[in-house]
């Protein structure tokens, strides 16, 4: 068994539901039970590169017929189509995808890219299992301070450093260690060549506390209500007004992908490149395509 790092970073906002109303919100998204730490469940992400066209090539059937027939190393990664479902299991396992880097509104540098040492500790632990090495910050932040890397998030009041992000105010802190995080998760959704983008993730990382950051992954969510209109009387049909909820665009999370290969024949090398051969292309996660939601990249380190 091979332990692979998996970082997905929305492009537009990602609505992966939960088929039920919590706290006013109809639509809300998946959310651990325990913390509230949103999440991208592992099946949808499998479910979605399971689908790819990518896995499939264009054959004809015993009429003539052109249909998609599946390649070998895809039913070797995902499994037999449901039919066959008792053959063997898929050669991949992907676990739910957790909250690494929240957009939040600042009042300088536009947006700030949060996180806090809960959300860290987390990625420590996939990163050793993965034995990725990065620099993962190791110092308490106070609920009262923001730890950044550089002074592009950081506001002057009077002989004051402040970061202030919504309705928050920390004492600004600087740290080389929370750049080096920066520049690690930069290589790896923008690549190494991206040099300005590295750097303006570096530049609007930022580091708060755990009790500071349950605050804003509980309303820092991307809200928006939606209706249905009555194509007769041109207003909202009766029962089609509601709300959903979704991560917002440029959210970073971090989760794991599991190659077991179900068979000795199979190839771990070949199942790992065929997943990474998927991935090189934005995918779409969640619901709510048709008005752009769930587009994002997903970087198998």
């Not at 027939?69 to 995808?97: C, M, W, Y």
């Not at 300005?196 to 993730?201: A, F, G, K, T, V």
Request: proline fraction near 6%.
């Amino acid at each position: 068994m091979t332990t692979n790092l998996v970082i997905v970073h929305a492009l537009s906002p990602i609505h992966c539901g939960t088929g039920q109303a919590i706290s006013g919100i109809d639509l809300p998204i998946a959310r651990e039970r325990s913390t509230g730490t949103p999440l991208i469940p592992g099946s949808s992400i499998k479910g979605v590169l399971r689908a790819h066209p990518g896995g499939y090539d264009l054959a004809a059937d015993e009429h003539g017929k052109p249909q998609q027939k599946p390649r070998g190393v895809h039913l070797a990664a995902f499994g037999p189509e449901t039919p066959n479902a008792s053959e063997h299991a898929g050669g991949v396992q992907f676990a739910d995808a957790h909250l690494l880097f929240l957009p939040m509104r600042s009042v300088r540098g536009t947006f700030a890219w949060v996180t806090s040492p809960h959300l860290l500790r987390r990625l420590q632990r996939d990163l050793a299992e993965a034995n990725v090495d990065w620099t993962i910050p190791k110092a308490a932040v106070a609920d009262e301070e923001a730890t950044v890397a550089s002074d592009r998030l950081v506001v002057k009041i009077g002989k004051q450093e402040r970061v202030v992000l919504e309705d928050f105010d920390f004492t600004a802190r600087t740290s080389k260690e929370v750049g080096a995080l920066a520049t690690s998760v930069g290589k790896a959704i923008y690549g190494a060549e991206a040099a300005e983008d590295i750097q303006h993730l570096r530049d609007r990382l930022c580091l708060v506390g755990d009790d500071v950051m349950r605050v804003l992954a509980r309303t820092g969510m991307e809200v928006t209500a939606r209706n249905r209109i009555d194509p007769d009387t041109r207003t909202v049909a009766k029962g089609a007004l509601w709300t959903e909820e979704a991560l917002p665009a440029e959210t970073v999370l971090a989760g794991s992908l599991l190659v077991t290969p179900a068979r000795r024949s199979d190839d771990p090398n070949a199942l790992l490149a065929h997943i990474r051969s998927l991935c090189t292309r934005p995918i779409q996660l969640g619901g709510k395509a048709t008005v752009g939601r769930g587009l994002c990249n997903v970087e198998v380190l």
